[in-house]
């Protein structure tokens, strides 16, 4: 996208009801976006089926979930499981009795890695096998759905697949050290993408957060197809990340985290859903404000444009409920310290000459500095012991907030989307959060009507 479309209206859910089918394409763990979505189409009386990535046994073969592990992921997800293994991804995969990626990376050092060089050749053999299992794998898997798809429902697919890093040892020491490291422990993101082993895990980004988005849309086609034949509707959507914009000096503006390595394959999804979408089928790509999740913690710093959505609460009229959330995120400081010790800091960051070069969403995803990443790890790291418990952060309260509207906004919008890709930003989550929390004023009373989308101001 060469500019930002974020979403400006609070649609309702008008498409999808009882009986309906939700399929979450992406096993569900911990904390992430997918409870929002996944507690509207509860509400909406859908039933929910999931899928599993299978687990890897002591041979490192692929298998299903056992009776155990298939109660609990059910019992997790609230629905029907189809126990046939979708790990995407090739970072495991290899000729029989050859080695992995993840074996190849797993000679490296702290001290060679950026001048080891991999056989691309071999590497494209691994990556050709894990997309063979892989769509094997799906049209089996989408060959039980057929049978739970009765004609005349509509089915809403929502694609939550992403990440792909192999587990090297020397991955982990040098990811910590380019997202968590300050002065002498800083490592340059730009030295990852230029290495081999770099290269490596972006294709696997690629492969596990956007090919399958891909494959998805390919493999459900005769679903697709016979439902909308008979009458009902089908929808696709997928999770991205490309930035979003908050409130910066009383202005709603674009800003990211730097650097999100997996930008690249959050771009490629993007454009998968643009050809979808030219293709007539309707597959959209959210991009979400940025949250605390298992995943994104290793980001250090990713956690701080959250804090002013509660500025946007505010801004976006959010009365009584939006006061109270202000009183709940200081009663989580230790104390001495206010809220405005917090958002004082973090405007200082902002401000900063540091921060303007990324700024620049035609620039994104930008690499690290040494300058930008001591910046934003420090007040990161300072606003972090200003809180009362370190496992009590105001970002975790407000994470909930944006899982819950997102959800909300996604599962609306999906029954007439407007485009392939849509930004949702923290004023039209501030205005869905207020609508659903009001307590003086019934929440249709602040829904807007359906017009264009806008681009927003970029800094």
């Not at 998805?216 to 997928?238: C, K, M, P, T």
């Not at 290793?298 to 009584?320: H, Y």
């Not at 975790?396 to 996604?410: D, K, N, P, R, W």
Request: glycine share 8%; aromatic share 8%; hydrophobic share 40%.
């Amino acid at each position: 996208m060469e500019n930002p479309v974020a979403l400006n209206r609070l649609s309702e859910n008008t498409v999808f009801r009882k009986g309906d089918v939700f399929v979450l394409f992406g096993e569900l763990f911990g904390r992430g976006y997918a409870t929002g979505l996944l507690d509207e189409a509860r509400k909406a009386g859908m039933e929910i089926v999931g899928i599993t990535v299978g687990r890897r046994d002591e041979n490192n073969l692929l298998r299903p979930l056992d009776a155990e592990e298939l109660s609990a992921a059910e019992a997790r997800l609230g629905g029907t499981i189809i126990n046939v293994p979708l790990m995407a991804g090739f970072d495991l995969d290899a000729p029989a009795g050859a080695p992995t990626a993840t074996d190849l990376l797993a000679g490296m050092t702290l001290e060679n890695w950026q001048n080891e060089r991999l056989d691309w050749d071999y590497i494209k053999q691994c990556r050709e096998i894990a997309t063979e299992r892989f769509t094997t794998s799906l049209s089996n898997v989408m060959a039980i759905l057929d049978g739970l798809v009765a004609d005349g429902r509509n089915v809403f697919f929502a694609h939550t697949m992403a990440g792909g890093i192999p587990k090297a040892k020397v991955f982990l020491v040098v990811a910590n050290r380019i997202y968590k490291g300050r002065g002498t422990r800083h490592m340059s993101s730009q030295a990852l993408l230029d290495s081999d082993m770099g290269k490596l895990i972006l294709q696997n980004f690629d492969d596990v957060s956007a090919h399958t988005f891909r494959h998805l849309i390919d493999f459900s086609s005769a679903i697709r197809e016979r439902v909308e034949a008979s009458g009902g509707q089908v929808r696709y959507a997928a999770y991205g990340y490309h930035g979003s914009a908050i409130l910066i000096d009383g202005s709603y503006r674009w800003q990211t985290y730097t650097n999100y390595t997996q930008g690249y394959a959050k771009m490629l999804l993007e454009r998968i859903a643009e050809e979808a979408w030219a293709a007539g089928v309707k597959a959209t790509v959210y991009n979400c404000p940025e949250i605390r999740t298992n995943s994104s913690d290793v980001f250090t710093g990713i956690e701080l444009p959250l804090i002013p959505l509660l500025l946007a609460l505010k801004k976006e009229n959010g009365g009584r409920w939006a006061e109270e959330q202000w009183e709940a995120c200081q009663g989580l400081l230790a104390d001495g310290f206010t809220m405005e010790d917090v958002f004082r800091k973090i405007t200082v960051m902002q401000a900063s000459e540091v921060m303007r070069p990324f700024y620049d969403f035609s620039a994104w995803p930008m690499s690290n500095s040494q300058a930008q990443a001591d910046l934003t790890i420090g007040t990161s790291n300072e606003i972090t012991v200003m809180h009362r418990d370190s496992k009590a952060m105001i970002s975790e309260l407000l994470s909930g907030f944006v899982v819950e509207a997102t959800g909300q906004l996604i599962f609306g919008e999906s029954s007439a989307p407007s485009g392939p890709v849509q930004w949702l930003n923290h004023d039209i989550v501030a205005r869905r959060l207020n609508a659903s929390h009001a307590q003086s004023e019934p929440a249709a009373a602040m829904i807007v009507p359906r017009t264009a989308s806008s681009r927003f101001e970029m800094a």
